[in-house]
């Protein structure tokens, strides 16, 4: 089998990532309103004119266009470039870090339904149920071919990652009488636990927390809503589970030794 420049490799898997980001940014439009992903095909939000094909290739029609509407001059919204350069950007990094193979297909289809998790709870404070829900089977299905992971782990971390945070949105609201953490949220932790098994719930609250934390003092500080601003936690938890693909089993490994260091007499 022949081989292939590395920088033609990595071109390709970032071309590759770029397209299915041009799909992700229909799903991050039209899903929150239940709208189909598949049919019909992209449109100018402001006067629906249905893009040609050169209209639509992934950043360059953007430049191309420059980043307005042919027909009607309406703004291109800056979210479409970002989408399709990150999910390439993003799946290049795990075929270097996972290399060839089914695991590091499975992870970059992993980010990109984070990615528009993330995207579609900033802007709607929602969590769309055709991804978490659906993807808890898939995350299932997919542990099977992951190493590291088995169907047991990823059993665990599907039970694990749903009743921890149920447990925790049932306390908060037992002791404050107000909704802090919605179900989808909830459906999102099952969701990554079926993907990174059992093993990665702890670190991805952690993480999660931890940012959410952080974020949630400086709104505090620097908005006038205070204390009870809205902040989903959809895209901490989404963004802990991509942070813990990287250098999560590093990271506890390190803990390890540490606690191990601690343990031994003097």
């Known amino acids: 089998m022949p081989e292939f420049p590395q920088g033609l490799v990595i071109f390709l898997i970032f071309w590759l990532g770029a397209c299915i980001g041009s799909f992700l940014n229909v799903c991050i439009f039209r899903m929150p309103e239940k709208k189909s ?14 893009l040609s094909w050169w209209e639509n290739i992934p950043l360059i029609s953007y430049l191309i266009l420059r980043a307005k509407c042919r027909e009607c001059g309406g703004s291109i919204s ?16 795990f ?23 993330t995207l579609i709870d900033l802007r709607h404070y929602i ?18 071919f992951l190493p590291g992971v088995s169907w047991l782990d990823s059993l665990l971390g599907i039970v694990f990652g749903g009743g921890i945070l149920y447990l925790v949105a049932w306390g908060y609201y037992f002791f ?18 079926a993907f990174l098994g059992w093993q990665a719930i702890p670190a ?12 949630g003092v400086a709104m505090m500080v620097f908005s006038k809503k205070g204390r009870h601003h809205a902040l989903p936690y959809g895209p901490f938890l989404a963004g ?13 490994e390190w803990y390890l030794r540490i606690l191990s260091a601690q343990a031994m007499p003097a």
């Not at 075929?95 to 992993?110: E, S, T």
């Not at 659906?134 to 099977?144: R, T």
């Not at 991805?204 to 974020?215: D, E, K, N, Q, Y």
């Open 204 to 215: 991805v609250i952690f993480f999660s927390a931890a940012a959410g934390s952080l974020i």
């Open 37 to 50: 992903v598949v049919s019909p095909g992209s449109a100018c939000p402001g006067c629906g004119h249905q």
């Open 95 to 117: 075929w270097l870090r996972f290399g060839y193979g089914i695991p590091a297909v499975i992870y970059c289809l992993f980010f990109s339904a984070m990615l528009v998790v």
């Open 176 to 193: 404050t009488k107000r909704e802090g953490m919605g179900g989808g949220d909830i459906k999102l932790l099952a969701m990554i636990g």
């Open 78 to 93: 800056v979210q479409y470039p970002l989408v399709e350069g990150v999910n390439g950007l993003m799946y290049v990094l």
């Open 127 to 144: 969590i769309p149920d055709a991804i978490s829900v659906y993807g808890i089977p898939v995350g299932f299905a997919a542990s099977f």
């Open 240 to 252: 802990a589970a991509v942070f813990y693909l990287f250098y999560g089993h590093e990271i506890i």
